[in-house]
């Protein structure tokens, strides 16, 4: 059995998400799970590990509120069977008003 290394608790997130490198060629993605550390999510292509990415995530539907924005690391790409990659994103930056959305987010989701 493999043991739990994550430092906080993840919780379901059906979003669609931007994920960015260098800030100009953006992969589409969904996400699937998300912590105050880092988030899950699904893409068609396989992400290099440990690559930079630029983020960009809505927690509501309401568009007049600006969306998170922040930046990660790929720690894991693992091929679906049925096709494109879970992908693993542990937050490098994020500002502290955007993390405390998140944090919001994930108290209302308990």
């Given at each position: 059995m493999e043991r739990e290394r994550r430092k906080s608790p993840r919780y379901r997130l059906r979003q669609l998400i931007r994920l960015g490198?260098?800030?100009e060629t953006f992969v589409p993605s969904r996400g699937t799970?998300?912590?105050t550390a880092g988030i899950g999510c699904?893409?068609?292509e396989p992400l290099d590990l440990y690559s930079r990415v630029y983020l960009m995530?809505?927690?509501d539907d309401d568009d007049s509120t600006p969306p998170i924005q922040g930046e990660?690391?790929?720690l894991r790409c693992n091929p679906r069977e049925a096709g494109g990659y879970d992908v693993?994103?542990?937050?490098t930056e994020v500002l502290d008003f955007d993390l405390d959305?998140?944090?919001a987010?994930?108290?209302a989701a308990d």
């Open positions: 490198f260098g800030k799970d998300i912590s699904q893409v068609d995530l809505q927690l990660g690391v790929v693993g994103i542990e937050f959305k998140i944090a987010f994930l108290d």
